[in-house]
């Protein structure tokens, strides 16, 4: 079946430095990646809609000079959040969506953040 | 406006109980997709079942069941004689054209299922 990951897991960062998250689909091509924000106890709500090779979409009220999302190639892509905060700690997800098989979206484990 | 609404929070039940999850949305499209997903406590989002508008026909698989209405714009999950391992938060989305790889989450349903 279709494999997302996500590195890291879980991180812990200070107030102002920037983390990188990266997910992977790891045996097949995803043309389209989505990164979703959950809050504990709360939906998962879409942050913003990459593609390979091009800019991202951001939902509304999503600051993109915060949240850089990076498509390089069709089994990765990046998000980092920059300057960190105490509020963007959360709980990160990324989904895939193969190639061909449009409207089926396949989750990573997710990454934890915690910014002190 | 597009919206789904899982109005049970949490729900508890004891095993080899049958147990639903409610789901109501909202959609001003005729063209649109309903999904459940189950997140166990490790996080990871496990799709369950995928339903398109034209689509109303029930579904079964295994001790899962899903019930379509159109009429009370309703998307049902019943999970039949539960088990410990099915203990997990539960969510229903919906998606619709022309954006339908955009997902649009309930609140999600906290079921425990205990021993």
């Known amino acids: 079946g279709a494999v997302v990951s996500q590195h890291p897991s879980w991180v812990i960062c200070k107030s102002g430095t920037s983390v990188k998250i990266e997910c992977r689909s790891l045996?097949?091509?995803?043309?389209?990646m989505f990164w979703y924000r959950q809050f504990p106890k709360q939906s998962l709500m879409l942050m913003a809609t990459s593609n390979e090779g091009s800019k991202a979409t951001y939902e509304q009220g999503v600051e993109k000079d915060k949240f850089l999302i990076n498509h390089a190639s069709l089994t990765l892509s990046t998000l980092t959040v920059t300057s960190a905060h105490p509020e963007d700690s959360s709980f990160y997800i990324c989904?895939?969506?193969?190639?061909?098989?449009?409207?089926?979206?396949?989750f990573g484990p997710g990454t934890r953040l915690t910014v002190l | 406006a597009q919206k789904v609404t899982q109005a049970q929070t949490e729900i508890s039940v004891v095993e080899k109980e049958d147990v639903t999850l409610d789901c109501v949305y909202e959609t001003r499209d005729t063209t649109y997709y309903l999904f459940w997903y189950k997140q166990p406590p490790s996080g990871e989002l496990v799709f369950l079942i995928r339903?398109?508008?034209?689509?109303?026909q029930n579904e079964i698989s295994g001790r899962y069941s899903w019930n379509f209405q159109k009429s009370t714009s309703s998307f049902n999950f019943t999970i039949t004689a539960s088990q410990v391992v099915d203990s997990a938060v539960y969510f229903c989305?919906?998606?619709?054209?022309?954006?339908?790889?955009?997902?649009?989450f309930g609140t999600g349903t906290r079921l425990q299922v205990f021993p």
């Open positions: 339903r398109n508008s034209f689509d109303e």
């Open positions: 045996d097949f091509q995803a043309t389209t």
């Open positions: 989904s895939a969506e193969e190639w061909g098989q449009y409207n089926e979206q396949f």
């Open positions: 989305a919906l998606s619709e054209a022309p954006r339908t790889d955009k997902l649009i």
